[in-house]
Structure formats: structure tokens, C-alpha cells
Nanobody, 115 residues
Framework: QVQLVESGGGLVQSGGSLKLSCAASGSILSNYRVGWYRQAPGKTREWVAAITSGGVARYADFVKGRFTISRDNANNTVYLQMSSLKPDDTAVYFC?????????WGQGTQVTVSS
């Protein structure tokens, strides 16, 4: 059974940084695309970034230059390094991985950016 577990969220001041982790069990993440999404209160879930199995990264325009997605294949983990955080980045962040005919989501980790 595939499980994705996010961690690393918390409370940070505007302009600060956080590094989120998405650790997998039951699956080798390096074989699949992994994405990060976020959902703010009262808003729909939105795509933030993704990395392909080949290591190609893509970003939503609103995080380009501030967020970096990366892989640590030895630890079966995908990271989202977030810098220059803004209050608008406040949301629950989820990792996601489509694998074959199934889609897997983590439970989310809260990121709160204070002004």
C-alpha cells in the first residue's frame, strides 16, 4: 500500500523559509512524477510544483524563483524548499503522485506565514 507523508510545515514570518518533505512508503518515488499542491481556507486546491521521474521540475508562476522542488532518491523523499514566503502562501500543502491507474495524496502539512 502506497503512503505519502508530508512534514516540515509550521509558522514562519513573511520573508522566511521552510522546507517541506514528502516521504513515501510502498512505492519508489523516483519512478514517478511527484507534485505539490496547496489549499488555502475557502479556496480550491491549486498546483504549486512538480518533478518528473527524470528530474525535470516545473512551477506555478506564483512560486517561480521562490520555491524549489527536488528529489532525494536514497531516502525516497521529495522536498519543497520555500523561500521568500508571503502571507498568501498560507495553506495546507499536499504532495501527490500519480502511479499507474492510481493517484496518491498525502494528508497535508500546514504552512502559516505571518505578516
Amino acid at each position: 500500500q502506497v503512503q505519502l507523508v508530508e512534514s516540515g510545515g509550521g509558522l514562519v514570518q513573511s520573508g522566511g523559509s521552510l522546507k517541506l518533505s514528502c516521504a513515501a512508503s510502498g512505492s519508489i518515488l523516483s519512478n514517478y512524477r511527484v507534485g505539490w499542491y496547496r489549499q488555502a481556507p475557502g479556496k480550491t486546491r491549486e498546483w504549486v510544483a512538480a518533478i518528473t521521474s527524470g528530474g525535470v521540475a516545473r512551477y506555478a508562476d506564483f512560486v517561480k524563483g521562490r520555491f524549489t522542488i527536488s528529489r532525494d532518491n536514497a531516502n525516497n523523499t521529495v522536498y519543497l524548499q520555500m523561500s521568500s514566503l508571503k502571507p498568501d502562501d498560507t495553506a495546507v500543502y499536499f504532495c501527490y503522485s500519480p502511479q499507474g491507474t492510481s493517484d496518491y495524496w498525502g494528508q497535508g502539512t500546514q504552512v502559516t506565514v505571518s505578516s
